[in-house]
């Protein structure tokens, strides 16, 4: 489970009614009785911090969802760079709620194409998944892109690989009175950041 920051226009103008599930309680019990546990489980849930300011809030507020429908959750709160070494080496079977965001064009092929033996892996190893973003990289036009795009959230609206939780938008505030230039530096997320390169305002 993740907190999705993927640019708000991009969401607010691909997202179709079709992917949205309503929380449905009697729906989620039948799920489970279907699924040979009618009494719900219990399961480690990892909130792992040091990305984004609300990853604890946001991460405890799904518990009572979740306790609704019997399943029982062992809440591990962890900086995500302590968590790290587990999901490299994929040690951990818990739920795991992680606020991702990226300010590239294609966001979600820094977020969910990853190769077995990259440094960073999250764990999108299922072939199919990986071939439908391989060819949303590999798109040269917007509505060539939407179209993979469209592909692969069906998938992964069907199989729940990875459930998007809350859209945040990256909205941030500088006092022009206080801060002067400030060249943030590119990367693969959006996060703020360069605070050595923030300049005063010149008096």
Request: glycine letters at 6%; a neutral charge.
């Given at each position: 489970?993740?907190?999705?920051?993927?640019?708000?226009?991009?969401?607010?103008?691909?997202?179709?009614?079709?992917?949205?599930i309503p929380f449905d309680q009697a729906k989620a019990k039948q799920f489970l009785a279907e699924a040979?546990?009618?009494?719900?489980?219990?399961?480690?849930?990892?909130?792992?911090?040091?990305?984004?300011?609300?990853?604890?809030?946001?991460?405890?507020?799904?518990?009572?969802?979740?306790?609704?429908?019997?399943?029982?959750?062992?809440?591990?709160?962890?900086?995500?760079?302590?968590?790290?070494?587990?999901?490299?080496?994929?040690?951990?079977?818990?739920?795991?709620?992680?606020?991702?965001?990226?300010?590239?064009?294609?966001?979600?092929?820094?977020?969910?194409?990853?190769?077995?033996?990259?440094?960073?892996?999250?764990?999108?190893?299922?072939?199919?998944?990986?071939?439908?973003?391989e060819k949303l990289y590999a798109a040269r036009t917007d509505v060539e892109a939407d179209k993979y795009?469209?592909?692969?959230?069906?998938?992964?609206?069907?199989?729940?690989?990875?459930?998007?939780?809350?859209?945040?938008?990256?909205?941030?505030?500088?006092?022009?009175?206080?801060?002067?230039?400030?060249?943030?530096?590119?990367?693969?997320?959006?996060?703020?950041?360069?605070?050595?390169?923030?300049?005063?305002?010149?008096?």
């Amino acid at each position: 489970m993740y907190a999705a920051d993927l640019a708000g226009p991009l969401v607010d103008r691909l997202f179709k009614k079709k992917w949205a599930i309503p929380f449905d309680q009697a729906k989620a019990k039948q799920f489970l009785a279907e699924a040979g546990v009618p009494s719900g489980f219990s399961i480690g849930y990892t909130i792992t911090t040091g990305s984004a300011p609300l990853e604890q809030e946001i991460g405890e507020s799904i518990i009572p969802f979740l306790g609704a429908v019997g399943i029982k959750v062992t809440v591990e709160l962890q900086t995500y760079t302590g968590f790290r070494p587990k999901n490299v080496a994929r040690s951990h079977n818990n739920l795991w709620l992680f606020p991702t965001g990226t300010s590239s064009r294609f966001p979600e092929v820094n977020k969910l194409y990853r190769t077995p033996g990259a440094a960073f892996n999250p764990g999108f190893e299922i072939e199919e998944s990986l071939r439908i973003v391989e060819k949303l990289y590999a798109a040269r036009t917007d509505v060539e892109a939407d179209k993979y795009r469209e592909e692969m959230w069906d998938w992964y609206s069907k199989w729940m690989v990875v459930i998007p939780i809350v859209e945040m938008d990256s909205l941030y505030v500088v006092n022009p009175k206080k801060v002067g230039d400030w060249p943030i530096s590119s990367s693969y997320d959006a996060r703020l950041r360069s605070f050595e390169y923030a300049k005063n305002v010149a008096k």
